[in-house]
């Protein structure tokens, strides 16, 4: 588990979102969120930057159980078996997120807090999936440290540079 704890400020996040949006111009690719605990910040941030509709597809908010099954696709066993803050619900959201015929997709799904937390599962704890059409796929957990705001603003960096990260490799 990544532990984190420096708090991206608006400028921050503008900047990586405009990088990605050049690489993803570039390599012709087109971006899709799958979010859950940053309800839509991602989508927000690379919407941000004039010209996104170049390289940006959509982005989907699915909080609830109903939602992730619904819009995504997450199986009602993953979320049974493995709740919504895992590697395997996090795999799913980032695969339906796909369906959109983006080749590059994000998800996010985690605890932000203050409440829901647990001994297994702290405030902070936020599962990242990137996928990119045809094969790349990775999953990583995080703890990040803060409130709520510092938790999603983390979890939106992270997102962003894994995104561009998986551009590059």
């Given at each position: 588990m990544s532990v984190l704890a420096h708090v991206p400020t608006d400028a921050d996040l503008e900047s990586l979102a405009q990088a990605l949006g050049v690489l993803l111009r570039t390599s012709r690719e087109r971006l899709v969120t799958a979010e859950s605990c940053t309800g839509g910040w991602i989508a927000k941030a690379a919407t941000d930057i004039a010209g996104s509709s170049d390289w940006f597809d959509c982005g989907i908010v699915a909080y609830s159980y109903e939602a992730k099954q619904a819009l995504l696709g997450v199986r009602p066993q993953t979320l049974e078996v493995h709740g919504a803050v895992s590697r395997e619900t996090a795999m799913e959201m980032v695969s339906g997120a796909l369906v959109t015929g983006a080749g590059v997709a994000v998800a996010v799904t985690g605890i932000a807090?203050?409440?829901?937390?647990?001994?297994?599962?702290?405030?902070?704890?936020?599962?990242?999936?990137?996928?990119?059409?045809?094969?790349?796929?990775?999953?990583?957990?995080?703890?990040?440290?803060?409130?709520?705001?510092?938790?999603?603003?983390?979890?939106?960096?992270?997102?962003?540079?894994?995104?561009?990260?998986?551009?590059?490799?």
């Open positions: 807090g203050p409440g829901g937390g647990s001994e297994d599962k702290p405030v902070g704890t936020v599962w990242i999936a990137w996928k990119r059409r045809g094969g790349y796929a990775r999953a990583e957990v995080f703890l990040f440290a803060g409130d709520r705001d510092a938790v999603r603003r983390q979890t939106v960096a992270q997102a962003l540079v894994g995104v561009r990260d998986m551009l590059t490799a």
